[in-house]
């Protein structure tokens, strides 16, 4: 490592060979020394793509080199990074400055990548997409390190890839955090924030999702972020448990590089505990105007759902908790979950509230919408001319 340059892993390949899952073990396995984790592909959801950025490769590097000097500045002594690479230019690393940059790419044969990847998603159109990316990136030099993964378990690549990488990461002596208390520079300029919270289980993403589809769909400029996928950054302070300090720095730097690119609408999920947590993001966010819509659920649904997460149900995301885990735990969570979502009732948190019991997504997002829209004229980019077929 070169002067105060922090440590940068970043896996690429194509989709389907294992990036997002490798990344995230190398991540468990640092995390207790001080380690960032993020997925690339969570910092590029802001359409339609600047003409100007095909592939929106350089919003993800700029994004990529936003959240690397907060985890910095959190205490990470290294960054995991996971995703697609632009072939033609390699990882843009101008726009990630503070990073002693290694790429590594892992790759996987044709017949293992086609095995793979149908496994996952079923669809031979994509597929082909993917075995393309494949073929490009074999003929490409972006990464200086290349790891084959055919016949290998996730630990064995990490290790493997650590081993390839010369030993990464090499450290340097530990740096006191400073990133407490400090409060996120704004982002200039406005727009229209809807931010989902609710418990574990209840809907945040897969709503909030189709509400940022929705006003893709009316044609506008828009973006979306899941709080979560920003803030892994451990140990997390004691002072700070939820992360929120991490995470609501790295929204204001993403959201300012979505405004810059012409975004004029942000729909973020994530958990918000108090009134304390909830400042953290809105100040962040100056002078953006923020609506803050809690989803509920009862027990019967947050149960299912968190059921449903155990095999990859519901939303998938890198690092889910609930993933794989036994029926025993799940049961402990999903009453968790209802004590949080009975609390936050009586707590009154957000602007609107929205039941989601008995209705599909669609209807929720259209009961979410709607009561936006009545709160604040500006939240019409979530908006359809379709009314809401029940009462959510």
Known sequence: MSGDLL????????????????????????GRAGAGYVDVDQLGMCFPEPAADPGRYLMQARNVGAVVDTFRAAGARCVVVSGVV??????????????????CRLRVGHDELTRRFLGRTG??????????DAEAMDASDVAGVCVETSGLSV??????????????PVLA????????????????????????CGATGVGKSTVGFTLFQR??????????????????????????PGNHRVKARNLAAVWQTYRAAGARCLTVVGQAEDESAIRTYTDALAPATVTLCR????????????????????WAQPGDPLKGRPTARLLQVADAATADAEALDRAALGDLRVDTDGCTVEEVAEAVAAAAVRLRSSSSFWSSNQGCTRRC
């Open 215 to 240: 006003a893709l769909r009316a044609g506008h400029m828009a973006a979306y972020l899941d709080l979560d996928q920003i803030g892994f950054c451990a140990p997390a302070p004691a002072d700070d």
């Open 173 to 196: 002596a530990p740096e006191h955090p400073s990133l407490a208390g400090e409060v996120p520079a704004p982002v200039p300029g406005e727009g229209s924030v809807l931010w989902l």
């Open 7 to 30: 440590p940068v892993l970043w896996l690429c390949g194509p989709p389907g060979v294992g990036k997002t899952t490798v990344g995230w073990e190398i991540y468990r396995e640092l």
């Open 123 to 132: 669809s031979t159109v994509v597929m082909a997409d993917a075995l393309r």
């Open 155 to 168: 630990p064995e690549v990490a290790r493997r890839v650590r081993e390839r990488a010369g030993g990464w």
């Open 295 to 314: 989803l509920h659920a009862g027990r019967e649904q947050l149960t299912r759902r968190i059921l449903s997460r155990r095999d990859g149900g519901s």
């Open 86 to 103: 632009d072939t033609a230019h390699g990882v843009h690393a101008d726009r990630i400055p503070g990073a002693a940059l290694t790429v």
